[in-house]
């Protein structure tokens, strides 16, 4: 148990699809993010909240919408992706804005075909 | 602007040797620095950090770093490594204040063999 839990695992979708992904956290953390893990590629942050507010959206396309309802849940959902979209999506929390550490959850692994 | 260097972009080492894994860090001001481990298939965790106070930090599964200002290196290292090591492993550097930063390093592949 991580203390962030990340639904679904996986997801295959076509480029026609809307889909979401869910991240939810319970450990009273209130700054939460989307990161995208793609082969051989640094991590890259994709949006940040904190205290349910987006502070920081990094260049990231449009087919691509978080959504943060409260404290413990972010969402991130899905349409008209491309193939290149293909990767792994980890959330994490964090006490604070990252100073102190992140808890990141397992993942989902999104397949676009 | 910060940055995180990981040389190293894999290790192999033989199970119970010893290892290090290198990150090197660039900031015109203070920084945390962090290591964390990704298992196949999972999220990252954090292993260790060091954020004040003594250089030599010790975390999870017997791994330590020593932050070292002058040479702006933050070195993992293992005494005696296991099998169940076998994982990537990535360095990240943040700043204590004003705007918000986060940099991970690209990682480095330990695999350890039999």
């Known amino acids: 148990e991580t203390g962030v839990t990340q639904t679904p695992r996986h997801l295959v979708m076509g480029m026609t699809n809307k889909k979401s992904l869910k991240c939810e956290q319970h450990l009273g953390h209130n700054a939460m993010y989307w990161y995208k893990q793609s082969a051989k590629k640094p991590l890259e942050l994709m949006f940040v909240?904190?205290?349910?507010?987006?502070?920081e959206n990094n260049s990231v396309p449009s087919r691509f919408s978080p959504e943060c309802p409260n404290s413990s849940h972010l969402f991130l959902h899905l349409h008209t992706l491309q193939p290149e979209d293909s990767a792994l999506y980890l959330c994490?929390?964090?006490?604070?804005?990252?100073?102190?550490?992140?808890?990141f959850g397992s993942g989902t692994r999104l397949t676009v075909v | 602007a910060q940055s995180v260097t990981q040389l190293d972009s894999q290790v192999p080492v033989f199970e119970e040797a010893p290892v290090e894994l290198r990150c090197n860090y660039s900031?015109?001001?203070?920084?945390?620095l962090f290591w964390y481990v990704q298992y196949p298939n999972q999220g990252l965790q954090l292993l260790l950090k060091?954020?004040?106070?003594?250089?030599l930090v010790k975390g999870i599964n017997g791994f330590e770093a020593e932050f070292n200002k002058s040479q702006t290196s933050f070195h993992l290292r293992k005494p005696s490594v296991h099998i169940s090591d076998t994982a990537e492993y990535f360095c990240?550097?943040?700043?204590?204040?004003?705007?918000?930063?986060?940099?991970f390093g690209t990682g480095t592949r330990l695999k350890v063999l039999a």
């Open positions: 994490a929390s964090s006490q604070d804005l990252g100073q102190t550490g992140y808890t």
């Open positions: 990240a550097v943040s700043t204590p204040s004003g705007t918000y930063k986060y940099i």
């Open positions: 909240y904190n205290f349910k507010e987006q502070t």
């Open positions: 900031s015109s001001v203070s920084v945390y």
């Open positions: 060091y954020l004040s106070g003594s250089t």
